[in-house]
């Protein structure tokens, strides 16, 4: 896929350089909204190994870079997809889509959702799904201008118990 260019930031496949700081991301983002206890995605393994984690078939994560004056990027978030562990093979899961505060308000999320998006549908799959947490408010109207539904369970076997709020879009008619 090629990289996305957007002013002030730039997405990019994420690489193994990137993944002590990916995991950084990950463990300062989810407790500024208290997903720091069990049954959240901050104590799964692959936190530590983005990159491998993520070049199983059908996934993919990508990082987010700031991009100074000079054009030098700094990695300040991330997201990925795969597929919905325990559900149907046309099912993704949108997962571990993280933004520092320094990239909030920009666009960037938009952006990389976006991305995520097309990646799914560049899969093969007809759906993506997300998990997320009350409180979480900025994200969730993120996910609701990117067409996301609320749903009323959990779907598939993400083993993410701390999550309290479902999302589904159908990528068919895009």
């Known amino acids: 896929m090629p990289h996305e260019s957007q002013p002030g930031f730039r997405i990019r496949p994420i690489e193994s350089r990137?993944?002590?700081?990916?995991?950084?991301?990950?463990?300062?983002?989810?407790?500024?909204?208290?997903?720091?206890?069990s049954?959240?995605?901050?104590?799964?393994p692959e936190v530590d190994w983005m990159?491998?984690?993520y070049s199983d078939p059908r996934s993919a994560y990508f990082v987010i870079e700031r991009i100074d004056g000079h054009g030098r990027?700094?990695?300040?978030?991330?997201?990925?997809?795969?597929?919905?562990?325990?559900?149907?093979a046309g099912t993704c899961e949108l997962?571990?889509?993280?933004?520092?505060?320094?990239?909030?308000?920009?666009g960037a999320g938009a952006?990389?959702?976006?991305?995520?998006?097309?990646?799914?549908?560049?899969f093969g799959f007809a759906r993506c799904y997300l998990e997320t947490l009350t409180g979480m408010?900025?994200?969730?109207?993120?996910?609701?201008r990117s067409g996301f539904r609320r749903i009323d369970a959990a779907m598939g076997a993400t083993g993410h118990g701390g999550c309290n709020t479902f999302y589904l879009r159908e990528l068919a008619n895009d």
């Open 18 to 37: 990137d993944d002590p700081v990916v995991a950084a991301i990950i463990r300062s983002v989810m407790p500024e909204f208290g997903a720091c206890g």
């Open 39 to 44: 049954g959240f995605a901050i104590h799964d």
């Open 51 to 53: 990159q491998r984690a």
């Open 73 to 88: 990027g700094t990695v300040e978030g991330g997201g990925g997809i795969a597929p919905l562990a325990g559900g149907d």
């Open 95 to 106: 997962r571990k889509m993280y933004c520092l505060p320094s990239l909030r308000g920009l």
């Open 111 to 122: 952006a990389l959702m976006a991305h995520c998006l097309d990646a799914a549908r560049g």
């Open 137 to 144: 408010d900025a994200a969730m109207r993120l996910y609701e």
